[in-house]
């Protein structure tokens, strides 16, 4: 292997060192630029934590019905005693969700 195929990836990440410390030593020009990426960022931020909260609680809601519903097919006598529990876990889900929907608006609320 020659020197120079050995020195290419030296200088490459040389000289991305030096441009991206000349880009962090920058200085705004607009401080309001800065507050409206701020608040952009916080926007998609707050309906992506959400999203994905949803998606989680929805998920976790079905594989508990699910189970329950497996286990009450597989024993009917116990319907009752699978019932009160997989109510409880849903409620507490839920309330998962619910409260990362109130951390997303206080998000909203900051910004």
């Known amino acids: 292997m020659s020197t120079s195929k050995k020195l290419a990836p030296v200088l490459a990440a040389l000289a991305t060192l030096l441009i991206s410390s000349a880009a962090f030593?920058?200085?705004t020009a607009?401080?309001?630029?800065?507050?409206?990426?701020?608040?952009k960022w916080g926007t998609i931020g707050a309906g992506v934590a959400i999203g994905l909260a949803v998606l989680g609680g929805g998920l976790g809601q079905g594989r508990a019905a699910s189970a329950a519903?497996?286990?009450?097919?597989?024993?009917?006598g116990a319907a009752a005693r699978i019932q009160t529990p997989m109510i409880l876990g849903l409620a507490l889900i839920?309330?998962?969700v619910l409260f990362s929907l109130v951390v997303?608006?206080?998000?909203?609320?900051k910004i």
């Open 69 to 76: 519903l497996e286990g009450i097919a597989r024993n009917p």
């Open 94 to 96: 839920e309330s998962l």
């Open 104 to 109: 997303s608006l206080f998000i909203l609320g």
């Open 25 to 27: 030593a920058a200085e």
């Open 30 to 39: 607009d401080k309001y630029a800065v507050d409206g990426d701020v608040r």
